[in-house]
């Protein structure tokens, strides 16, 4: 009984505190507030094109932000280091599809793992497959899906990505 109580205020807590913080600050910036997530798959899907301009062309990939970034990590700590569950756990604000939440990084990172899993592992070498995805693919079509859900700029959208909740 006294674990119910706990879990109860603490929904509460983050309702209120979503209520009191987040709320305002998404209406007052136009965020996105009903996502059709039924058609979030094929959106993504559409965006394979590009995304596998990221994977083949280093000329593309070179003035990235996402890859950017994670090249800094990779000259700072190594390969082994930005791989491992530590490293993991530094990128995993950088990673995070803003506004569409938990259940949107699930919808993009299986559908972007169906689109590229049997990409040739020497193409995003050091890393795998896996984390290239993670750590490039899911921001860069987040920020693209919120280009088309606000018709913005790109930088525009990056901010929008890195200001909006984790958790809608």
């Not at 209406?27 to 039924?38: F, G, Q």
């Not at 058609?39 to 394979?48: A, K």
């Not at 569950?85 to 995993?92: A, D, H, K, T, Y």
Request: hydrophobic content about 45%.
């Amino acid at each position: 009984m006294f674990l119910a109580i706990l879990i109860s205020r603490s929904i509460l807590a983050q309702r209120h505190e979503f209520e009191r913080k987040i709320l305002p600050k998404a209406e007052a910036e136009h965020w996105l507030a009903s996502i059709n997530w039924a058609g979030l798959q094929s959106r993504v899907q559409g965006m394979d094109v590009e995304l596998n301009n990221l994977i083949t062309n280093n000329d593309i990939r070179k003035d990235n932000i996402f890859w950017k970034a994670l090249e800094v990590d990779l000259r700072q700590l190594g390969s082994r280091i930005v791989g491992s569950i530590s490293g993991q756990l530094s990128r995993f604000q950088r990673e995070q599809p803003g506004y569409y939440g938990e259940l949107g990084s699930v919808i993009i990172h299986e559908t972007l793992y169906s689109l590229f899993a049997k990409t040739d592992p020497s193409l995003v070498e050091p890393l795998t497959v896996r984390e290239f995805i993670s750590a490039v693919l899911v921001p860069e079509a987040a920020v693209r899906l919120i280009m088309q859900d606000m018709s913005l700029e790109r930088e525009k959208a990056e901010a929008v990505l890195r200001d909006s909740p984790r958790s809608c």
